[in-house]
Each structure stands twice: as C-alpha cells, then as structure tokens.
C-alpha cells in the first residue's frame, strides 16, 4: 500500500465526483477541503478501512464515513 498525493487525485476533476482509492470511493469535494486543511498525503489500509492523512504541519485518521462528513 503506497501512498497517493491528494493533488494529483484531484486534478481535473469535478467536485461532484468521486475517485476510487484503493477500493475506498472518496468524494472529490472531501479531497479538495482535506488539501485546503493542509493535508498533502494519504495512505489506505484495507484492513480496517480507514485512511490515514498528513501535511507539513498536520495528521489525522479518518475512517470512509468521517470523510464523507468532512465535506
């Protein structure tokens, strides 16, 4: 499992959108807050299905429905 940077999952796309990480569907809108927020990076684990995040000065672990409550 290899992290993904939030800026090239974003790029291009609709906020209305969804983008599929590692088998967790994610809003695009929900990314893009996460990058205003600070967060740069994020990482899937299967597991338990929960995605970690972290930036320069930032780092969280949400599970798939605290990030659709993100938004």
Request: with cysteine.
């Amino acid at each position: 499992m290899k992290s993904k940077n939030i800026q090239d999952l974003v790029s291009g796309k609709n906020d209305g959108k969804e983008v599929d990480v590692d088998g967790l569907s994610i809003p695009i809108r929900t990314l893009k807050k996460l990058l205003e927020d600070g967060y740069a990076h994020l990482k899937v684990y299967k597991e338990n299905k929960t995605v970690s995040l972290w930036g320069k000065a930032c780092a969280a672990c949400f599970t798939e429905q605290q990030l659709r409550e993100h938004e």
